[in-house]
T-cell receptor, first 115, second 111 residues
Framework: GAVVSQHPSWVICKSGTSVKIECRSL??????MFWYRQFPKQSLMLMAT?????????EQGVEKDKFLINHASLTLSTLTVTSAHPEDSSFYIC???????????FGPGTRLTVT | KQEVTQIPAALSVPEGENLVLNCSFT??????LQWFRQDPGKGLTSLLL?????REQTSGRLNASLDKSSGRSTLYIAASQPGDSATYLC??????????FGGGTRVLVKP
């Protein structure tokens, strides 16, 4: 099956700093990528959708200037959390879909802790 | 706005029993429904995907049914094993081509 990787798998950063999370589709071209966040014992909440070469579409309530998404190629999307705060601590999961495929493939997630 | 609900939120069964996990959604105009498994601190593993035109999908010990008109799907796991312990999430794809997730069912299979 299709494989999606994320890097890093976990990261600890200090308040006020920025952190970048990478999402890669390893064996298919991801025309659409999705970023989710998940708080403990809660379900996934969609943050934004990005199509290769286009600006990301953010869900209501998600600050686009805080969560910068770049989908520069068909195999790579990045999420940058700018000026991180402790409340940004969460599990961030990316997902990718290729072309007209129905199925989304999910990455292993990145645990972000802001101290 | 599409809402997805999973009941129960948690389930504990002895090894060997069959598992029945329920998922309901409010808007029946869906493209497909997908069941996922999530282990603690991990990403999602896709288990089954049912297109809106299908009524069920099977993979090994797993069987998922879909009744679009009533807004329900059920995931059956036969002869449960301790390794089946995880959180199971259902998600529907509808207008806007986005997945809407349910809250999940945390399953514990006791040896």
């Amino acid at each position: 099956g299709a494989v999606v990787s994320q890097h890093p798998s976990w990261v600890i950063c200090k308040s006020g700093t920025s952190v970048k999370i990478e999402c890669r589709s390893l064996d298919f071209q991801a025309t659409t990528m999705f970023w989710y966040r998940q708080f403990p014992k809660q379900s996934l909440m969609l943050m934004a959708t990005s199509n290769e070469g286009s600006k990301a579409t953010y869900e209501q309530g998600v600050e686009k200037d805080k969560f910068l998404i770049n989908h520069a190629s068909l195999t790579l999307s990045t999420l940058t959390v700018t000026s991180a705060h402790p409340e940004d601590s969460s599990f961030y999961i990316c997902s990718a879909r290729g072309g007209l495929a129905y199925e989304q493939y999910f990455g292993p997630g990145t645990r972000l802790t802001v101290t | 706005k599409q809402e997805v609900t999973q009941i129960p939120a948690a389930l504990s069964v002895p090894e060997g029993e069959n598992l029945v996990l329920n998922c309901s959604f409010t808007d029946s105009a869906i493209y497909n429904l997908q069941w996922f498994r999530q282990d603690p601190g991990k990403g999602l593993t896709s288990l089954l995907l049912i297109q809106s035109s299908q009524r069920e999908q099977t993979s090994g010990r797993l069987n998922a049914s879909l009744d679009k008109s009533s807004g329900r799907s059920t995931l059956y796991i036969a002869a449960s094993q301790p390794g089946d312990s995880a959180t199971y999430l259902c998600a529907v794809r509808a207008a806007g081509n986005k997945l809407t997730f349910g809250g999940g069912t945390r399953v514990l299979v006791k040896p």
